[in-house]
């Protein structure tokens, strides 16, 4: 719970913080980018995670690996979350951004949960009917998950549709099973 709180607040600080869209797509895309390096470099997250090595050590490490590779913003700010001991919530703070930035930029996320990949026309198809529905820019992620057996789940801001095949044959067994004859 508190690492909700936490990433929400200083998420919300860095989107606050930028003055234009762009400024917001170049914040998620560094902070997409250096939350995947230190996944990729075990031995620098342990670092930078390790609660025994100094502020000051740790803010140096950042200074000298991303001077040069990241936006100042975003290095200050990685800095202020080592300051007030917030950096471990760092992978937290990066979704929750993530989520921010595309609301904040009118961007409406969506899960397509099918059986079987849809080919890319089918996508295109769901992606064009909700943006007229929603009146947004949509990004369609496609999920496989055999359990549905077939038809599709569409997942987005907190609601979900659900036109797969499970869902249907369990309505037909409680119809059948709830049937008088």
């Known amino acids: ?25 170049s ?3 560094a902070l997409e980018e ?16 390790d609660p025994h090595l100094s ?10 690996l991303f001077k040069d590779r990241l936006d100042e913003t975003i290095l200050n700010f990685l ?25 904040r930029l009118g961007i ?11 080919s890319d026309t089918l996508q295109e198809k769901v992606r064009i009917k909700l943006q007229k529905t929603y009146q947004k820019e949509v990004e369609i992620q496609n999920v496989v998950n ?10 987005m801001d907190h609601q979900i549709f659900d036109n797969s095949v499970k869902k249907k044959l369990a309505k037909l067994k409680v119809s059948l099973l709830t049937a008088k004859v």
């Open 146 to 155: 055999p359990d549905i057996v077939g038809g599709m789940i569409l997942i």
């Open 108 to 118: 409406l996320e969506v899960r397509l949960l099918t059986a079987v990949s849809v």
């Open 55 to 64: 502020t000051l050590t740790k803010k140096s490490i950042l200074q000298r």
């Open 1 to 25: 719970m508190i690492a909700k709180g936490v990433s929400l607040r200083y998420s919300k600080a860095l989107v606050d913080i930028a003055t234009n869209p762009e400024q917001i797509k």
């Open 27 to 29: 914040h998620l895309l």
């Open 79 to 103: 800095f202020v979350l080592i300051e007030k001991n917030r950096f471990k919530y760092i992978v937290d703070i990066r979704k929750e951004y993530h989520r921010l930035a595309k609301k």
């Open 34 to 49: 250096f939350v995947g390096i230190l996944e990729t470099i075990p031995k620098l997250k342990e670092l930078l995670f």
